[in-house]
């Protein structure tokens, strides 16, 4: 297949994130086909930029199959990815497509890794998270690791005053239903939310953060072998209190009729940051390495909003993916190209270790 025949897609692509990823496709150069389940939807994106389309549910995998033989590279953006990731995955696997997308499910990313095998016997790539979960934390991971090789705990962070498209909403619901995660001693770990609670300076000042279950717990693991893995937000003193207390209530907010419900009042609610906004707003990236001996390194990027950095960082892979023969397997973003992909987004700063 040559270069110019190698056909991009973008399922999902009538989502907040989707349609940002065809615009900045048709950027770079590429004609990506528009695909997802809602047909109105689709077809009037795809008027709207002057692309082709397919319509089609993750319902049947011989459907999905079908869709995909002339496919290179999927970029699966329709979630919740715990309900899209795997029929796609295993039709890509089927077709002989690449599949990547903008999870940040440590349940998706286990997935993938559980299925390394089946991509290598395909020659394809399963690369979940090629957005701002994870790149941005998988690559001052992997950064820190070279910098401490012996390193046997990871602590990463990021502040960013973003407010949450409609999808990432939805999937924070089911996160809060799921509670905390970490890893210990190369275990995945439940524990509950705000597990741990602590003062971080993730470069714009000191302030207080607790745990949460990001998808590096799963995926620095695999770019970096350390065993211990947490991974903190800012909150409040008060909003920490309040994510402790939603413990007791995780039992009730599991219930499927309280997620639907929940899911549709965030649908509405939700509309994630505009131009303007996106434009604004930075992130500040954290991480923290220790060795037995009790050494520590600590490592600063700031970069663009997640957002942002989601459309342009997604069709980099894609690019990556479409220039290059890449063996079959599952990678993570600096494991699939290098720890320096983060450098490759506009206005990213060097990362300042101290």
């Not at 279950?213 to 409040?236: K, Q």
Request: hydrophobic share 40%.
């Amino acid at each position: 297949m040559t270069e110019s025949n190698k056909q991009l897609m973008i399922y999902g692509a009538n989502g907040y994130t989707g349609k940002l990823i065809a615009k900045e496709a048709i950027e770079k150069g590429y004609q990506p086909i528009l695909a997802g389940r809602n047909q109105a939807a689709i077809e009037a994106l795809a008027k709207e930029l002057n692309l082709s389309s397919r319509v089609f549910s993750l319902n049947f995998e011989s459907e999905v199959e079908k869709n995909l033989t002339d496919i290179h590279l999927v970029i699966h953006c329709a979630g919740p990815f715990s309900a899209t990731a795997e029929p796609m995955m295993q039709a890509c696997i089927k077709s002989k497509t690449h599949y990547t997308d903008i999870t940040g499910e440590i349940g998706v990313f286990e997935l993938a890794q559980s299925l390394n095998e089946q991509a290598k016997a395909a020659g394809i790539v399963l690369c979940s998270g090629v957005g701002f979960d994870v790149i941005p934390t998988d690559c001052l991971a992997s950064l820190l690791k070279e910098k401490m090789p012996d390193a046997t705990y990871l602590a990463l962070g990021f502040d960013s005053g973003s407010s949450m498209s409609p999808g990432t909403a939805k999937t924070s619901i089911e996160g809060v239903a799921s509670g905390g995660r970490v890893r210990l001693n190369g275990e995945i770990t439940q524990v509950p939310l705000a597990y741990k609670q602590r003062q971080i300076d993730f470069g714009d000042g000191s302030k207080n953060a607790v745990t949460i279950p990001w998808g590096d717990v799963s995926t620095a693991f695999y770019s970096t072998g350390i065993p211990n893995i947490e991974v903190y937000i800012p909150i409040s003193p008060k909003g920490a209190k309040s994510m402790r207390k939603m413990n007791w209530f995780r039992w009730l907010i599991k219930l499927k009729f309280v997620q639907n419900k929940m899911k549709q009042q965030v649908g509405k609610s939700a509309k994630g940051p505009n131009e303007l906004q996106r434009e604004k707003l930075r992130t500040f990236l954290w991480g923290e390495v220790k060795n037995a001996a009790g050494d520590k390194i600590i490592g600063r990027i700031e970069t663009c909003n997640g957002y942002q950095l989601t459309y342009i960082a997604a069709v980099e892979v894609a690019k990556f993916l479409i220039d290059n023969e890449v063996e079959g397997g599952t990678y993570t973003p600096s494991k699939l190209i290098d720890n320096q992909l983060i450098f490759k987004i506009p206005t990213t700063s060097e990362v300042v270790f101290s």
